[in-house]
């Protein structure tokens, strides 16, 4: 077939053969030297139609890396969802990596970069992260590894300060058990929980107890008195995760 002319047109050229017309990506149409020839066969126009297709992907695969920072995994995850082949997949994430567009070992950097930086995460919660992205947990083990028991033991007592400035009512009974799930879903094992000292406030109960028998007699004194008073306050602050003895303790003060 004759290559009658090629006309710039926007992202590339159109090629105009013998009875056909076909667009082409600059990149391509370099590749195949199509400004030199003057004719192209059946089976040539194929190949790089073929090849043109792939370049469409690269350059889609490039808006996505553009977003942010994405893993191998997630790449090619991506692609699929494209309806791509692995084929091809595997060709463009060889050229991304050659190119400097991806690298897991880069990504690990970045992601423990915005982890420690941007977050309170714990160290099993950005192991589960990172193995979700697909990435091999031998670029990241030696790294986590190496990260000092007193950034995580700083980073749990932030957790512990932020969770009672926003629990003020659980007794302390309450507040550390629910503590010690937030802190074993926000990556820290029950291990490393016994790092930190000040989890526990000894005055916490004493101080909430008063403020809850003073509601009670508030909210049950119109209707009850005396030792039905004073058992209905002893079943609702037990309710509430305080222990029999300090319960008692209290009543007995007033």
Known sequence: MKIEKIVKVKNGYDVYVTGKKFFV??????????????????????????????????????????LKMRSVYEVQEY?????YGSRDIQRVI???????????????????????SLSLKGPLKIKRELN???????LYEDKLEGISNSIWIERMEKIVEKR????????????KDKLKAYLYQEGYSYEMQG??????DEDRDQKLIKQ??????????YKYSGSV??????????????????????????
Not at 132 to 138: E, I, P, Q, Y
Not at 164 to 170: I, L, Q, V
């Open 212 to 221: 809850e028998i003073e509601k009670g007699k508030r909210s049950l004194g």
């Open 25 to 66: 990506y600059e990149d391509v149409l370099l590749k195949y030297e199509l400004l030199l020839r003057k004719k192209v066969s059946e089976s040539l126009v194929e190949e790089i139609l073929r090849e043109n297709r792939f370049y469409e992907m690269y350059l889609k695969g490039l808006k996505f890396l553009r």
């Open 164 to 175: 009672r400035k926003a629990d003020r009512r659980s007794s302390e009974k309450m507040f």
């Open 229 to 254: 008073l004073k058992s209905k306050l002893r079943m609702r602050l037990y309710r509430k995760g305080f222990s029999l003895s300090e319960i008692d303790e209290a009543l007995n003060e007033e």
């Open 195 to 200: 790092l930190i000292e000040n989890a526990c």
């Open 79 to 83: 692609f699929r969802k494209e309806g």
């Open 94 to 116: 060889e050229r991304y990596e050659n190119e400097g567009y991806l690298s897991d070992e880069a990504y690990v950097d970045s992601f423990l970069h915005d982890a420690l």
């Open 132 to 138: 979700d992205k697909g990435v091999c947990a031998l």
